[in-house]
């Protein structure tokens, strides 16, 4: 079944694609948008996103990981033993 949603602009990638395929800036969690604003001074209110959003999210989880490893004490990252 073919998607006949008007064709919207993706903030970030600047490609044309049905509504459908996009997300709107109210629903991007604050994180993520953080993310974006500092890679992409242009991201704001009424902006939407494609899957690109699948990228910053990866940025994201990267960033927790480092900060995550960069305060751990030596010895207590494998848990309980």
Do not use: Y
């Not at 940025?59 to 927790?64: C, D, P, Q, S, T």
Request: a negative charge.
């Amino acid at each position: 079944m073919k998607d006949h949603s008007p064709l919207l602009t993706c903030s970030v990638c600047g490609r044309s694609l049905p509504a459908s395929e996009l997300v709107p800036f109210e629903v991007v969690r604050s994180p993520i948008s953080e993310i974006l604003r500092r890679n992409r001074p242009g991201w704001a209110e009424g902006d939407l996103i494609c899957l690109e959003i699948q990228q910053v999210q990866m940025e994201l989880m990267e960033e927790i990981a480092s900060h995550r490893r960069s305060v751990e004490p030596e010895g207590l990252e494998g848990g309980p033993e």
